[in-house]
């Protein structure tokens, strides 16, 4: 043992050891997963592990998760604010794609369920779970890990749960866990206030001090994504309402999460909890109220995008340019292929002018370079990561020119990141173009999701000069394309993000208000 790793170990022992009083002690761990039904990519474990958060120091674990925003870090501080223990066991999250294999999903729920029968005596867990993950054998493995935890510890062990406003909450859940609490806001901003409050819940439940009884309310309808914005109308007077009912008597926590689309499950759909202290009548009859609220608003919820053929059409029947079109189905930064062709196949098909789109492939980079700049080009571009994507589409024109694909984005933007590598990247001055309108096919060798305009300006396009700009996705785009665009046409695109239902074949969700694809 090096001396670094003694010290560290005894740190580590240090901060376990409260002489003088039994404090209580709550364990906390985690597998968060947003699966796509119909992404044919299964997330396995090799994919979780990469990403586990505990590296087996609990000390430097709190002290850098508790500067987060994240549950875990509301948890940290609701815990201390109670003079609660907490013992990280293992934090598993994986990037959203298809369900999540058996094997690995077993793995990991028994790796913390041994956490949980190793350590000292728990007295109770905290669980940061998405809400919407699907695992090939459970179609809620949310609830399928809750049931796992509730049956090893004991029917009185208090289990507390935090999910994602994008949670598909199952029934099961609600059953097995003490508190479940999800995000009211999205964008999700309130991420470390749900933890804190979740593990305030527990400890006072551990201390005796309340007693959660919950009440799950789900009404018949789908909440469609591009409604999910929970800062306007009309989601806000629902959250504004949740909010005003957390704070009656005898009322403990309300969540009205708006479900996952893209989750094939009988519990897809938006959600009412309401927790109330020891009084189930109230906790039913205030989620009936919500439910009823949230049903109330199931004629406003209209969807009304253009495809691919009409915002095109649109686009060059517009009088003020650039025009952005958001290519929703093939939302690169939701996981989907980022070479989807549908938008580049109707600009083709209808020779709309001075059009630029970035596209990821890398096989036709590596042609442009062969053929070097200034030298015609001809191949199909796109759809080439599976079948959800499109046709490649047949590009005829010249290399442009070639770059490095590095670029750096100064302004704050979604995510905040601000050096990107979009890889070896080919402009190809495609077919129909004019010297003063070029038609620019943007072929870049890393999937690189369009959340800085630089990846354009560092290439030599000029985007206020173009009529038409695409951008691979639904609001992440928004801050970059905004400041540059006279006129944004969200589009109805097909892909593994597409936000119409109707893009796929549903086989376990109910049949909604709003949704007829299910059974
Ligand atoms: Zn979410």
């Given at each position: 043992?090096?001396?670094?790793?003694?010290?560290?170990?005894?740190?580590l022992?240090?901060?376990?050891?409260?002489?003088?009083?039994?404090?209580?002690?709550?364990?906390?761990?985690?597998?968060?997963?947003?699966?796509?039904?119909?992404?044919?990519t299964?997330?396995?474990?090799?994919?979780f592990?990469?990403?586990?958060?505990?590296?087996?120091?609990?000390k430097?674990?709190?002290?850098?998760?508790?500067?987060?925003?994240?549950?875990?870090?509301?948890?940290?501080?609701?815990?201390?604010?109670?003079?609660?223990e907490?013992?990280?066991?293992?934090?598993f999250?994986?990037?959203?794609?298809?369900?999540?294999?058996?094997?690995?999903?077993?793995?990991?729920v028994?790796?913390?369920?041994?956490?949980?029968?190793?350590?000292?005596?728990y007295?109770?867990?905290?669980?940061?779970l998405?809400g919407?993950?699907?695992?090939?054998?459970?179609?809620?493995?949310?609830?399928?890990?809750v049931?796992?935890?509730?049956?090893a510890m004991?029917?009185?062990?208090?289990?507390?749960?935090?999910?994602?406003?994008?949670?598909?909450?199952?029934?099961?859940?609600?059953a097995?866990?003490?508190?479940?609490?999800?995000?009211?806001?999205?964008?999700?901003?309130?991420?470390?206030?749900?933890?804190f409050?979740?593990?305030?819940?527990?400890?006072?439940?551990?201390?005796?001090?309340?007693?959660?009884?919950?009440?799950?309310?789900?009404?018949?309808?789908?909440?469609?994504?591009?409604?999910?914005?929970?800062?306007?109308?009309?989601?806000?007077?629902?959250?504004?309402?949740?909010?005003?009912?957390?704070?009656?008597?005898?009322v403990?926590?309300v969540?009205?999460?708006?479900?996952?689309?893209?989750?094939?499950?009988?519990?897809?759909?938006p959600?009412?909890?309401?927790?109330?202290?020891?009084?189930?009548?109230?906790?039913?009859?205030?989620?009936?109220?919500?439910?009823?609220?949230?049903?109330?608003?199931?004629?406003?919820?209209?969807?009304?995008?253009?495809d691919?053929?009409?915002?095109?059409?649109?686009?060059?029947e517009?009088?003020?340019?650039?025009?952005?079109?958001l290519?929703?189905?093939?939302?690169?930064?939701?996981?989907?292929?980022?070479?989807?062709?549908?938008?580049?196949?109707?600009?083709?098909?209808?020779?709309?002018?001075?059009?630029?789109?970035?596209?990821?492939?890398?096989?036709?980079?590596?042609?442009?370079?062969?053929?070097?700049?200034?030298?015609?080009?001809?191949?199909?571009?796109?759809?080439?990561?599976?079948?959800?994507?499109?046709?490649?589409?047949?590009?005829?024109?010249?290399?442009?020119?070639?770059?490095?694909?590095?670029?750096?984005?100064?302004?704050?933007?979604h995510?905040?990141?601000?050096?990107?590598?979009?890889?070896?990247?080919?402009?190809?001055?495609?077919?129909?173009?004019?010297?003063?309108?070029?038609?620019?096919?943007?072929?870049?060798?890393?999937?690189?999701?369009?959340?800085?305009?630089?990846?354009l300006?560092?290439?030599?396009?000029?985007?206020?000069?173009?009529?038409?700009?695409?951008?691979?996705?639904?609001?992440?785009?928004?801050?970059?394309?905004?400041?540059?665009?006279?006129?944004?046409?969200?589009?109805?695109?097909?892909?593994?993000c597409?936000?119409?239902?109707?893009?796929?074949?549903?086989?376990?969700?109910r049949?909604?208000?709003?949704?007829?694809?299910?059974?």
């Amino acid at each position: 043992m090096s001396w670094f790793k003694y010290f560290a170990s005894l740190a580590l022992l240090s901060v376990g050891l409260a002489p003088g009083h039994a404090a209580i002690r709550i364990a906390i761990a985690g597998i968060s997963h947003e699966s796509n039904s119909f992404n044919l990519t299964k997330a396995t474990l090799a994919d979780f592990e990469e990403a586990d958060a505990l590296s087996g120091n609990r000390k430097q674990w709190l002290e850098t998760t508790a500067k987060s925003n994240v549950n875990a870090s509301g948890m940290i501080a609701g815990a201390a604010k109670y003079g609660v223990e907490l013992y990280p066991i293992h934090f598993f999250s994986a990037v959203p794609r298809g369900p999540v294999d058996d094997r690995g999903f077993d793995s990991m729920v028994s790796r913390i369920i041994q956490g949980l029968k190793r350590g000292p005596a728990y007295d109770g867990v905290l669980l940061v779970l998405h809400g919407a993950m699907v695992v090939d054998s459970y179609p809620s493995g949310d609830a399928e890990i809750v049931r796992r935890v509730r049956q090893a510890m004991g029917p009185k062990f208090p289990i507390g749960v935090t999910h994602d406003f994008h949670a598909n909450v199952d029934p099961a859940i609600i059953a097995n866990a003490n508190v479940v609490i999800t995000g009211k806001e999205c964008p999700h901003l309130d991420t470390k206030e749900r933890g804190f409050q979740t593990a305030e819940i527990l400890a006072r439940m551990i201390k005796g001090e309340v007693k959660p009884v919950q009440a799950l309310v789900k009404p018949p309808m789908m909440l469609n994504l591009i409604h999910h914005d929970t800062y306007r109308a009309p989601l806000k007077a629902i959250v504004d309402a949740s909010k005003a009912t957390e704070k009656l008597p005898g009322v403990l926590a309300v969540s009205i999460p708006g479900g996952y689309q893209y989750g094939d499950v009988p519990s897809m759909g938006p959600s009412v909890i309401v927790i109330t202290d020891n009084d189930p009548a109230l906790a039913k009859r205030e989620a009936e109220r919500l439910g009823a609220l949230l049903w109330g608003i199931r004629d406003q919820l209209k969807f009304d995008l253009p495809d691919p053929a009409k915002a095109v059409r649109m686009a060059i029947e517009g009088t003020k340019f650039p025009v952005t079109l958001l290519d929703t189905g093939d939302n690169v930064g939701g996981g989907s292929a980022g070479d989807s062709t549908f938008m580049l196949a109707e600009l083709v098909k209808q020779k709309a002018e001075g059009w630029v789109m970035a596209i990821f492939d890398p096989q036709a980079v590596q042609k442009a370079v062969s053929v070097g700049v200034g030298r015609p080009f001809e191949l199909p571009v796109g759809g080439k990561t599976d079948k959800m994507h499109g046709e490649p589409v047949m590009i005829r024109g010249k290399v442009k020119s070639l770059h490095d694909g590095k670029f750096i984005e100064t302004e704050v933007r979604h995510g905040g990141y601000r050096y990107w590598d979009a890889g070896l990247t080919a402009v190809i001055e495609a077919q129909g173009s004019t010297p003063d309108l070029p038609n620019l096919l943007i072929l870049n060798t890393n999937r690189t999701v369009p959340l800085s305009i630089h990846q354009l300006v560092s290439v030599g396009v000029y985007p206020e000069r173009q009529k038409i700009l695409v951008a691979k996705g639904t609001i992440a785009p928004l801050a970059a394309y905004e400041p540059v665009s006279a006129r944004i046409i969200t589009v109805d695109s097909g892909g593994a993000c597409a936000v119409n239902p109707a893009h796929f074949t549903y086989k376990m969700a109910r049949k909604l208000y709003g949704f007829e694809g299910g059974k």
